[in-house]
């Protein structure tokens, strides 16, 4: 038994080995944004859906649906990506639509559905409670499971897969190093351009500069505090990054002419943002649709009306949905690009790991 699960070990340690992605950088954080439509680096407590990708680095709470794109389609995933991932554990009804698939490291409680026809791949480490399957999906439990409904989906129960946590562990961790260092490195950049204010009631972003990037910075939001509108010219700009500085920021603005693409463009850096776990306190609030990619890894956000673009922060009451047109600009870093980490295999393999050992135990105690 032994040399059988050698044999099985080995080739999956091997795989994880050469996927395991080189030191996190702000390349990782840009794959980041390109690859997720919500990214959450602790926890997540949502009453709405999300159109793209969602990985939650802590646990997963409220009634929500993910992968519900209307119209849009996701782009293809680098990392072979799920529709959720769940680091912790899920708690209350969850729908995963479009072959989302799933991936989680904890428990599954409160009830999911797996709508549509496409068949999806769901894979818990703990156990699972209340879940409805679909025709030819995959549902693989790591521990006890009560109330599954196949509904002609493969189910397995009791696989032991302990080696998934931790698996998504290290992959939260390489990610959440990544979108901090490059917040950080866009919070260094040298502005090369200012707003306009060609009426009282708008604030105009305009670049003029030469080049394919282009960089505003406000020391903190108060400066939004003097216009109800903001207008975006991006031309033929690659990138526009917007540097926030500041403790808390709510933005309550509306944006004028064509605003549902400037998440694909434009980059609003919230680098000063540093919410307390212990005593968690809201420091980032959208009270209006919000347009362009927010990067806020130290935020403790909340939003009361849709945000359109790639999300980055770090604790978020979600209470508006989250849609595609996520960051996909032309921006690079230094000469290093990340190969793509195939994530999801490695973390499967860590799972099937954990379970060879499980099973190794069982027999031997049985002799």
Known sequence: MITQFRKLALPLLAAAAVATPAAADSNVGLQV????????????????????????????????????????????????????????????????????????????????????????????????????????????????????????????????????????QVQASDYAMGVKDLSAYLAGLTPTDAVTFPQNNLMKFEPTSTGKIAVFSFDNADVFKTAGQLQFLTGGFETIIVNVGGTSATLAKNFINSSSNLGQTVIWNFHELAYNPAKPTVNLNFQTAFYGTVLATGAYATNNNHLEGSVVVGKLD??????????????????????????????????????????????????
Do not use: C
């Open 318 to 367: 979600q209470r508006g949905q989250v849609h595609l047109n996520g960051y996909n600009g032309g921006l690079t870093i230094g000469s290093a690009v990340p190969e793509p980490a195939t994530w999801a295999m490695m973390i499967i393999g860590f799972g099937l790991i954990g379970s060879a050992v499980r099973r190794r135990r069982q027999v031997a105690l049985a002799a």
């Open 33 to 168: 944004l390109r690859e997720y439509n919500l990214y959450v680096l602790s926890d997540l407590s949502s009453t709405s859906s999300v159109e793209g990708r969602t990985f939650v680095g802590g646990n997963l709470s409220g009634g929500s649906d993910y992968y519900k794109y209307g119209g849009k389609t996701p782009p293809p995933s680098a990392t072979n990506a799920p529709g959720l991932t769940v680091v912790g554990s899920s708690s209350g009804s969850k729908n995963l639509h479009n072959g989302s698939g799933a991936l989680v490291g904890g428990s599954v409680s409160g009830g999911w559905n797996l709508n549509g026809s496409a068949p999806q791949d769901i894979t818990i480490g703990g156990s699972a409670s209340g879940i409805n399957g679909s025709k030819g999906s995959n549902i693989t439990i790591g521990g006890a499971a009560s109330g599954v409904n196949a509904n002609g989906a493969t189910v397995k129960t009791n696989q032991g897969l302990p080696g998934l946590a931790a698996g998504l």
